[in-house]
């Protein structure tokens, strides 16, 4: 900042300005020890906010509020009042306020002030916006500021047509991203460019067992895949595709939560049970007496209360359901 070094009080623009101290009433309980130059510059904000001076020394001076401080929304609120006024450059703001942003990445008044300045200028920002939030992402994966204004950006100002592609690469580095997975699932429903669901969901369930089969103890890939029949349980019972991915992990691990919980789902919606799906579980049926006559489903919600004991209530809850729904 151009005045970093020296306070307000010492510029000559604000020459005429009586500062205005922070009111804390006769007698403060547990006064807030400020440092001395936020007292200096917050003083002297006070001074032009209580004014409603809307210049450029207020906008510099909002500036070191700011840096001081990057979550005073009273002051970004200001700030934007003052660009308002002054007409100023919003290109030049944007600059600014990235600075900011790369160092405070989490603070909610920055990523607000980054929105309205994009609203203000406009779809020519998106491939700006785009790569910034990029960056952002770089750093830390989960940053939701970073992922609210990108889907923002997505569906005000446009740049749909590399975002599939961004989501592959995101899951080629990280399956376990469940952000990219949340977000590929946005492009799928969301883009113009690509039909909706109905259109992509072919090729996604593929692509998402793919992933499920490579890494079964993945959540998020089982949740997108569930996802993508949203609203359409028949045709998630009719895709054997479905059962089978289930059929195939199990085979290899019987305690897969995941596989166990969605087969369990398919079971209750009417999944008729294939030849091979009774003989993956006929050995866990075997090992338990209790398990000998039960139907597939409550054999499944068995495996569950063992093999799931985060959610032992849950399954003990969801198998005397079962019973009493034959009941």
């Known amino acids: 900042m151009e005045h970093a070094k020296s306070g307000p009080s010492s510029w000559p623009e604000l020459a005429d300005l009586v500062p205005v101290p922070q009111d804390d009433g006769p007698s403060p309980v547990v006064p807030i020890a400020y440092r001395d130059d936020f007292h200096e510059v917050m003083d002297y904000f006070r001074a032009l906010y209580f004014a409603g001076e809307r210049s450029p020394r207020a906008l510099r001076l909002t500036a070191e509020a700011i840096e001081l401080n990057p979550g005073n929304y009273t002051v970004w609120h200001f700030r934007r009042l003052i660009l308002e006024a002054l007409d100023s450059d919003l290109l030049e703001e944007m600059d600014f306020v990235e600075k900011i942003a790369e160092c405070n990445p989490k603070n909610y008044q920055i990523w607000h002030h980054k929105r309205w300045l994009a609203e203000k200028l406009g779809p020519g920002v998106a491939s700006k916006e785009h790569e910034f939030t990029m960056k952002i992402l770089a750093i830390d994966a989960k940053n939701y500021h970073a992922w609210s204004h990108r889907q923002w950006v997505l569906q005000a100002l446009g740049g749909w047509e590399s975002e599939l592609q961004y989501c592959n690469r995101l899951l080629e580095e990280d399956v376990f991203n469940n952000s990219a997975w949340n977000q590929r699932y946005l492009v799928i429903t969301r ?131 079962l019973s009493s729904d034959v009941s």
């Open 191 to 321: 883009s113009p460019l690509l039909g909706g669901l109905t259109a992509m969901r072919d090729s996604e369930v593929d692509y998402t067992i793919e992933s499920i089969v490579a890494n079964p103890h993945n959540e998020s890939p089982w949740r997108y895949l569930k996802g993508l029949y949203k609203g359409k349980n028949n045709l998630l019972v009719a895709d054997e595709r479905i059962s089978d991915v289930c059929v195939k992990v199990l085979k290899n691990d019987w305690s897969c939560v995941f596989a166990l919980s969605l087969l369990l789902d398919l079971l209750r919606l009417g999944l008729q049970p294939s030849d091979e799906l009774k003989a993956t579980l006929e050995p866990t049926r075997n090992s338990d007496p209790e398990m000998a006559d039960a139907d597939l489903t409550t054999v499944v919600c068995s495996i569950l209360q063992k093999c799931d004991p985060l959610r032992v209530n849950y399954w003990s809850w969801y198998k005397t359901a």
